[in-house]
């Protein structure tokens, strides 16, 4: 990313750029501020979006010189080209005009496949994946700061347990926490408990805990929580899983003495919740995680065939894991 800020800065472009990754917000910044820098207007810009692009009219307009401009710029945003069928805009970006210049955003790519070595031959490849949460960190803090407000390191802790990695969310939930602060200077623990959005994946941590200690009345409320939220039963189930594996992964490492920095290198949570993970892996013990996750297993195999409906099916896991 600091190598296209000089591009942007000193006005030498490369051919083409291909921004990647599973982080939207960046990739979405960094195309908007290319588009601004090499185009500037709409009339030397061509976008094309999604699959099943028309690749020959792509090229057509590739060719056409730009209107009383240095340059002609073709954004291509998720095609899934990267994937499969980018072979013949591999072949042509090459031979593309020396004033045509090759924007493509993609979440996945295929590094085997032949338009990305291109992308790599002969221009800048970009991966924007999720920020470590130091960086995330120091941008909460600019957020607020550009607002005239503070937070401490402890807070900014909480508020991303709270509202999750995503970067787009993490903007919209602090433009929230702005307003909702009005004139105070600092934000609290209390201001991101009484304004900001608990996410998904920290009410089923609250209902593992739950269901770890028997309280089967809460592990249920928080259930219906989610369903009240419009969350779907089978992306809850998958969660559940998702993190009775984590669990189990956690419980392996643990039991060869393994360190907390190995555990973060190898399993996926934020490293400022792997404590939280670690205590509630302790109510566990191996034999516990194993018939969870057979238990999953089970209930996912009732909803696919048919035999119950899947809010009920998983209402029963959550009764029986809790017994």
């Known amino acids: 990313m600091k190598r296209i800020n000089e591009d942007i800065k000193s006005g030498n472009f490369r051919k083409l750029y291909l921004l990647c990754g599973q982080e939207a917000y960046l990739r979405i910044q960094y195309l908007n501020m290319l588009k601004d820098a090499m185009a500037g207007d709409d009339m ?39 994937k499969e069928g980018g072979e013949q805009l591999a072949d042509y970006i090459p031979t593309a005009p020396d004033t045509t210049f090759f924007v493509i955003s ?9 338009l990305y ?22 941008w909460i803090g600019k957020l607020l700061s550009d607002a005239g407000k503070k937070i401490t390191s402890a ?25 909702y602060c009005g004139q105070k200077d600092i934000v609290t623990r209390a201001d991101i408990d009484e304004i900001c959005t ?3 994946n920290d009410r089923v941590f609250a209902m593992i805990d739950a269901i770890s200690s028997k309280n089967q009345k809460k592990a249920l409320n928080l259930y219906y929580d989610l369903l009240a939220l419009k969350e779907s039963p089978f992306r809850i189930l998958s969660l559940i899983v998702r993190h009775f594996n984590i669990l189990l992964q956690m419980k392996e490492l643990l039991l060869k003495n393994a360190g907390k920095g190995e ?4 399993v996926p949570v934020p490293p400022f919740y792997v404590n939280d993970y670690i205590n509630q892996t302790g109510r566990f013990n191996m034999k516990e995680l194993i018939k969870a996750l057979d238990a999953c297993a089970e209930t996912d195999a009732s909803i696919k065939n048919g035999n119950l409906k899947d809010s009920l099916a998983l209402e029963i896991l959550i009764t029986e894991l809790s017994e």
Do not use: W
């Open 44 to 82: 030397n810009c061509n976008v094309y979006e999604g699959a099943g692009i028309d690749i020959p009219s792509l090229i057509d307009q590739s060719e056409t010189l730009p209107f009383f401009a240095d340059r002609r710029l073709i954004v291509i945003k998720d095609s899934g080209l990267l």
């Open 198 to 200: 608990e996410q998904i």
């Open 117 to 138: 070595k291109t992308c790599q031959k002969i221009g800048m490849v970009v991966s924007m994946d999720t920020p470590d949460e130091l960086t995330l960190k120091k």
């Open 155 to 179: 807070d900014a802790d909480h508020f991303l347990r709270t509202v999750g990695q995503d970067m787009f969310l993490i903007k919209n939930e602090a433009e929230k926490l702005i307003a």
């Open 106 to 114: 993609e979440k996945d790519v295929d590094k085997r496949s032949k």
């Open 263 to 266: 555990i973060v290198s190898k």
